[in-house]
């Protein structure tokens, strides 16, 4: 996976002007990066958060619904609050493994840049966008090839693009990998390093938390949510 500043979809053959979807990772400098993404950056026990609705008002603000992963909303909401350009907020109890946040936000120059990379006819943006705590935004999309190479030709010159998968769209595709959230991924990746999946089963459930640093309790729970997920999507759609 190349990471690049000009991501290049063009071609000259007919199939080209097909449909096309698009996952990219945007990468943006720590400054450039919205607060609460720095806040999921900053703290270790929170993230990725999803974006799943999202308006701007006509006042140029953008109101947006999120899923935040994490154990306790106080401290995001603590710092929700110091937030200067967030006019209206609202934080859920925890429920699960995170909790949801209502949020009216006045756009910064970087994410007026986003918002009109990504706002052009015939272009559809697949919802969640995910922030990661790895500083990254993951996002799809879904249209004619010239408008998706449009939308990475217009990203800001603070955001660059790596592209994780590139195809022709199908239903399937509604269902993606960030499905899993990224503490469920690190933990079926350590599985797979201590061999738990192996058979015979070579590694334990307590090698795989001692590689999360969590408890052995902490690390089984991400793995059945985990397994539930890609399960629940196998027989969904008859593939992964």
């Known amino acids: 996976m190349a990471r690049t500043g000009a991501v290049c979809l063009r071609g000259t053959r007919p199939e080209a002007r097909a449909v096309k979807y698009l996952r990219a990772r945007l990468h943006q400098a720590p400054p450039n990066r919205h607060p609460m993404h720095r806040f999921l950056v900053q703290h270790e026990a929170y993230g990725p958060s999803r974006q799943l609705q999202t308006t701007i008002d006509p006042d140029g603000s953008q109101t947006a619904l999120l899923h935040v992963a994490g154990p306790d909303p106080e401290p995001y909401a603590d710092a929700l609050a110091a937030v200067e350009s967030v006019r209206e907020w609202a934080v859920t109890d925890a429920r699960g493994d995170g909790f949801y946040v209502y949020a009216r936000d006045t756009l910064d120059e970087d994410g007026r840049g986003l918002l009109a990379a990504f706002d052009r006819t015939g272009l559809l943006v697949m919802r969640p966008v995910v922030y990661h705590a790895d500083g990254t935004i993951e996002v799809a999309v879904v249209g004619p ?52 999946y192996c058979e015979p089963r070579e590694g334990t459930v307590e090698e795989v938390a001692d590689r999360l640093e969590c408890a052995t309790s902490t690390a089984a729970e991400h793995l059945r949510r985990a397994e539930a997920t890609v399960m629940r999507r196998l027989v969904t759609h008859g593939r992964l």
């Open 145 to 196: 090839t010239a408008v998706v190479q449009a939308t990475m030709d217009a990203l800001p010159e603070t955001t660059t693009a790596d592209v994780v998968e590139l195809g022709s769209y199908g239903a399937h595709r509604l269902e993606t990998a960030s499905s899993l959230t990224e503490r469920q991924f690190e933990a079926v990746d350590a599985a797979l390093a201590s061999g738990y």
